[in-house]
């Protein structure tokens, strides 16, 4: 089951991702909204990242499984949600050895 939400998500005049917003229960999420450049040029964020979020839903998950409602379903959510912020790491690693990461390059 899904939880009910509302996205808006915008791109620029080149169809590449331009930030915007999910409302949902208890949760309000401002995008990031363009690339952060690199080196001089690079721009504090002005939203959040999927890495971001993945991150509050993990801290959530170990604050349940310090609690009475630890368990192993828990656990494996855990361990899937550290696997996906992994995967969008090694994604940024790879963009930065060849010096895109920041960028709208492909």
Request: hydrophobic share 35%; charged share 25%; aromatic share 10%.
């Amino acid at each position: 089951m899904r939880s009910a939400f509302t996205a808006n998500h915008f791109k620029d005049e080149n169809g590449n991702p331009a930030g915007g917003t999910t409302f949902g229960q208890g949760f309000a999420i401002g995008w990031q909204n363009g690339p952060l450049g690199r080196g001089e040029d690079r721009k504090e964020p002005n939203g959040a990242f999927v890495e971001d979020i993945i991150a509050v839903a993990l801290d959530r998950i170990e604050f349940y499984q310090d609690s009475p409602f630890a368990c192993e379903a828990n656990a494996s959510v855990w361990q899937l949600l550290q696997a996906a912020l992994d995967e969008l790491q090694k994604r940024a690693q790879e963009r930065e050895q060849r010096a895109v990461e920041g960028t709208h390059q492909v």
